[in-house]
């Protein structure tokens, strides 16, 4: 059985940063795929970024490319993602994942966390 335990939420003004936690039970972390999603409201769940199992290849999309991180660390069970230079349309419910036997390329998450709220503020 596999969990995923989000972190890191909160309200920040425009510009500032925050950095969101996921730690993961199971014995299956360090051999999956992890990433991050969003949902704002009316709006359907976006990815957001993900991490091979290696931490070495990442993937983002476009509209926050260049200012947010994922990292992962497969000692702790846990993958990051580090927000940068946040901005109102950042604001959303923020979802970690794990794709057990999938890709980087194109995520199919089979497990997903509760989600962690992130509010920007303008």
């Known amino acids: 059985q596999v969990q995923l335990v989000e972190s890191g939420g909160g309200l920040v003004q425009a510009g500032g940063s925050l950095r969101l936690s996921c730690a993961a039970s199971?014995?299956?972390?360090?051999?999956?795929?992890m990433g991050w999603f969003r949902q704002a409201p009316g709006k359907e769940r976006e990815f957001v970024a993900a991490?091979?199992?290696?931490?070495?290849?990442?993937k983002y999309a476009d509209s926050v490319k260049g200012r947010f991180t994922i990292s992962r660390d497969n000692a702790k069970n846990t993958v990051y993602l580090q927000m940068n230079s946040l901005k109102p349309e950042d604001t959303a419910v923020y979802y970690c994942?794990?794709?057990?036997?999938?890709?980087?390329?194109?995520?199919?998450?089979?497990?997903w966390g509760q989600g962690t709220q992130v509010t920007v503020s303008s």
């Open positions: 994942a794990q794709d057990d036997g999938g890709s980087i390329v194109a995520m199919s998450p089979d497990y």
């Open positions: 991490v091979s199992r290696s931490g070495v290849v990442t």
């Open positions: 199971g014995r299956t972390f360090s051999s999956s795929v």
